[in-house]
């Protein structure tokens, strides 16, 4: 699953969650004329299946984005797990509601202020998710539909301190597109633009659903790899001999790229805007050595 397809699902998300927000809505209101009203429940077991959790729009929505292949969404989950575990206390006291109303034709005070409790604490978190899924596209660069600089960080932050709290291996890596300033002189700002795209293309790719890339600023990218640095280098050694290979075929031109990285591996003591820096330093001493280099640090 490529980035643009990562945005497509949280536009979906946004989208599909301010619709059954509406049809929670009217559904919660049918149900308080029944009982402020004191209106007779015709067919309880239909009204029940109607509003029961396996029913619920939300319900296969939400399993849909769990159960999917989108990337970098470990920090997410925890939010949508939350949220579903509101959601499935909400349609097992609605039913409860329900239930009790069709028996005795009233509603058992306690049952109702935990229901109305749930009811206001989904509803919250509901919109909550909405204005996160609407605010998830301006993560991305505009360009490449890989993450921006700005959201590595914040993104990275987390994996950061998880990585440390864990004691897992992680390295950071810087790239950039070997001399990317021919390749704009000669063909034009539109071409090198082909070009970034596709090497952003092979990037995200070529690395493992928990890894993360990054545009960082021009034709430069950032890496946060979950391995030490001897099999980060096997995994972008492999993205190197790629792109080598590769041949952009872009309007009439047909380009060859190379790439140089710079590896840093986690020392323990280091901030990661320190080792951000070495990997920085790391990636000029492979431009130095020739470019098309991987050298580690």
């Known amino acids: 699953m490529n980035s643009a397809d990562r945005i497509d699902i949280h536009k979906d998300l946004s989208s599909n969650l301010k619709s059954n927000l509406d049809i929670h809505l009217r559904k919660m209101i049918e149900l308080f004329k029944i009982i402020v009203c004191n209106h007779k429940i015709d067919n309880l077991d239909n009204m029940l299946e109607r509003h029961s959790y396996n029913n ?49 034709r009233k509603i058992n005070e306690k049952t109702y202020e935990d229901f109305a409790v749930v009811e206001f604490q989904f509803i919250q978190k509901l919109t ?16 490449t539909n890989i993450f921006n600089r700005r959201y590595f960080f914040e993104k990275v932050d987390y994996d950061f301190s ?31 633009d082909e070009v970034l795209i596709k090497i952003s293309k092979i990037f995200i790719e070529h690395i493992r659903a928990y890894d993360v890339v990054a545009r960082y600023g021009g034709e430069e990218f950032i890496f946060f790899i979950y391995s030490d640095a001897k099999e980060t280098v096997t995994i972008i050694n492999r993205i190197k001999n790629i792109i080598e290979a590769e041949i952009m075929e872009i309007n009439t031109h047909t380009i060859k790229v190379t790439c140089s990285f710079g590896v840093a591996q986690d020392r323990g003591e280091l901030s990661i805007r320190e080792l951000v820096s070495l990997a920085d330093k790391a990636l000029y001493e492979a431009k130095d050595n020739g470019r098309n280099h991987i050298v580690t640090i």
């Open 128 to 143: 909550a998710l909405i204005i996160e899924s609407e605010n998830y596209e301006k993560n991305f660069d505009g360009l």
């Open 162 to 192: 998880k990585a440390r709290r864990t004691r897992t291996d992680f390295t950071i890596v810087m790239a950039d597109i070997d001399y990317f300033k021919k390749i704009n002189d000669g063909y034009g700002h539109q071409i090198g």
């Open 56 to 104: 619920c729009d939300i319900t296969s929505m939400l399993n849909a984005i769990l159960n999917s292949k989108v990337k970098n969404i470990d920090d997410k989950k925890e939010k949508i797990l939350d949220f579903e575990d509101h959601h499935r206390r909400l349609h097992t006291l609605l039913e409860s509601l329900l239930t009790e109303y069709q028996t005795a």
